[in-house]
């Protein structure tokens, strides 16, 4: 079996399941692949590139980057460009991809318009997960797709048992923080999706953007707690993330790494006076996460991300991941 995967988070599911040596191509963006060493993987072809000019590393401010992104949105134009001579050639089996999201990823349409053109015509699995939830059954999915079943049911119950071990250590009768989770810095984004539902359930509150019940699902909470929802991240003015008050706070930018993520707080969030009067800044309670690999991707690494947030909400070190990229906030000097 041939596998090209056109979305990091669907890469990482690959080697988790232990199909990763059947990888022929990849997106630009997939820089992680469990069992794969890092140059096997780069040295993978590449069938995605970003048609947009923005570039963190090299300077480009989160409004500068948010103006490039929604205006070529706003023009009905793709972020992605595909090789599709170069897909063709790789004659994969499968293409994993994606259609949840246009600023992530290389859109669905393409992707098939790609794949009914190749004599081959290879299966076309598109993940969306919106949840926790459905991020542990793309495992399935993904193992399903690759022929790699009963390795992925093993990896579920593993991730599951990490989760709820994890879980444990919250109080559920304390009500926890509120906090606030930023996704971007300018201008200012909260978190949704998978989000909202690992800040709840690791003892915190998100009130920018909160989890509520699905229909006909009660309260949904203990064992039902998969049937609490929130939608996809949102942009929130200053003032309303200053009237949540928020005791804590997670800066993970989507696509920026750690040194990016601190670069953004200092340019966008420490140049704002109201940003030192946020009961979490006057705290100390600010956390600085690598939104390149954690919580941004609907990945098995969202577990990782738990074990961290619960490790810090819940003063537990010993539960957060060695390695976890993130550092806590300090003012500069």
């Known amino acids: 079996m041939r596998i090209v995967s056109l979305l990091p988070s669907a890469t990482e ?10 990888l022929v191509g990849r997106s630009h963006e997939c820089d992680h692949c469990p069992g794969l060493d890092p140059a096997e993987l780069a040295a993978l072809p590449p069938l995605t590139a970003q048609r947009t000019s923005y570039n963190p590393s090299a300077g480009s401010d989160a409004a500068a980057i948010d103006a490039e992104v929604s205006a070529s949105l706003a023009a009905g134009q793709s972020l992605y460009r595909l090789d599709t001579d170069a897909l063709a050639a790789l004659e994969p089996d499968v293409i994993l991809t994606q259609d949840l999201c246009d600023v992530c990823s290389i859109d669905l349409e393409t992707v098939r318009a790609a794949a ?37 049911s093993a990896a579920l119950v593993r991730l599951r048992h990490r989760l709820t071990r994890a879980q444990e250590y919250v109080n559920a009768y304390v009500e926890g923080p509120s906090l606030a989770f930023l996704e971007w810095t300018d201008p200012l984004f909260c978190g949704g999706h998978w989000t ?12 920018l953007n909160p989890t509520v019940p699905a229909e006909n699902a009660g309260a949904a909470s203990g064992m ?4 609490r929802r929130a939608g996809k991240s949102v942009r929130v003015p200053h003032e309303l993330l200053i009237a949540t008050q928020p005791g804590a706070i997670v800066v993970c ?14 340019r966008d ?3 704002r006076a109201w940003w030192h009067e946020l009961p979490a800044v006057r705290s100390g309670r600010v956390a600085l996460v690598d939104g390149n690999q954690m919580f941004n991707r609907p990945g098995p690494r969202l577990v990782d991300a738990f074990e961290w947030l619960v490790g810090w909400l819940q003063v537990r070190p010993a539960l957060i991941p060695e390695g976890f990229p993130w550092k806590p906030w300090s003012a500069a000097p």
């Open 224 to 227: 039902q707690q998969g049937e």
């Open 196 to 207: 909202p539902q690992l800040i709840e359930r690791a003892g915190a509150q998100h009130p």
């Open 269 to 271: 969030l420490e140049t």
């Open 116 to 152: 009914a053109a190749m004599p081959s015509r290879p299966r076309v699995v598109s993940l969306n997960a919106e949840s926790m939830e459905e991020v542990l059954d793309d495992i399935l999915r993904v193992g399903e797709a690759v022929d790699r079943q009963a390795e992925a």
């Open 13 to 22: 599911l690959v080697g988790l399941v232990g199909a990763g040596d059947r």
């Open 253 to 266: 930018p989507c696509g920026l790494t750690l040194a990016q993520t601190e670069d953004a707080v200092r």
